[in-house]
């Protein structure tokens, strides 16, 4: 069940991922974003010298920003992946009957930033070790994702791994799934940039907000600009 702060901020919100909170069957947003909007956003040529990186790690309003305020990430792109639809809606994946998890796309310069530190980025900025779960997001789709494209880059995850069991810096054990990258599919244009989009949005403020500022202070070295 959700907290009373969640369901009195999916009252108040107009659409997004605590309209859902709870998995199947949750409210539909309350209101419907221009038809233009629900286009889906388009992928980004990858660059010379350019990198990609795929995550999962529940709302991607707050991981997209998360990872598009470091040095070295040119853009970043909230989708989905994992699953067995091709081109899903927001809609299908609300619903938890395609299998994809909410997803980001990371285009980073590995010159500039390695795929070990944003795999370290990744899991600090959300909780690893709750199970289709992050904070009041409950469902398939929020569950957490590490979709590796090289042999290496999952060695580098494995790797990640281990250091955080060992070093117990989380009470309970992780739970990330370390997958084969297979697709990515972009999310609706209003899904994109959402977070400097929509900051008065409830959820933004009392959820995305506070687990990026968490993050920020963590790793103030790692940022493009400094927060406010």
């Not at 994809?100 to 900025?125: C, G, N, R, W």
């Not at 989009?197 to 600009?225: C, G, M, W």
Request: hydrophobic share 35%.
């Amino acid at each position: 069940m959700k907290p009373l702060l969640i369901l009195l901020l999916t009252a108040l919100s107009t659409v997004g991922c605590e309209a859902r909170s709870g998995g199947p069957g949750a409210a539909a947003p309350a209101a419907t974003p221009p038809q233009d909007d629900r286009r889906f956003a388009e992928l980004p040529k990858q660059q010379a010298g350019e990198a990609v990186a795929t995550f999962a790690s529940g709302c991607y309003w707050c991981s997209e920003h998360v990872f598009e305020s470091l040095k070295g990430v040119r853009t970043v792109v909230s989708g989905y992946s994992g699953g067995t639809v091709a081109n899903p809606t927001y809609e299908q994946v609300s619903h938890e009957n395609t299998g994809h998890a909410e997803s980001v796309q990371v285009y980073y310069d590995p010159k500039v930033i390695s795929y070990a530190t944003l795999v370290k980025v990744f899991f600090f900025q959300h909780d690893p070790t709750t199970l289709n779960r992050q904070g009041p997001d409950v469902g398939e789709s929020y569950r957490s994702v590490v979709f590796y494209r090289t042999p290496q880059e999952k060695q580098q995850i494995d790797a990640e791994i281990k250091r955080i069991q060992a070093a117990k810096l989380f009470p309970s054990p992780v739970v990330t799934q370390v997958l084969p990258f297979k697709a990515f599919y972009p999310a609706e244009r209003y899904h994109q940039d959402y977070f400097q989009n929509n900051p008065d949005n409830p959820y933004i403020r009392n959820v995305s907000t506070p687990r990026f500022q968490r993050f920020a202070e963590k790793f103030p070295e790692l940022l493009k600009e400094p927060v406010k």
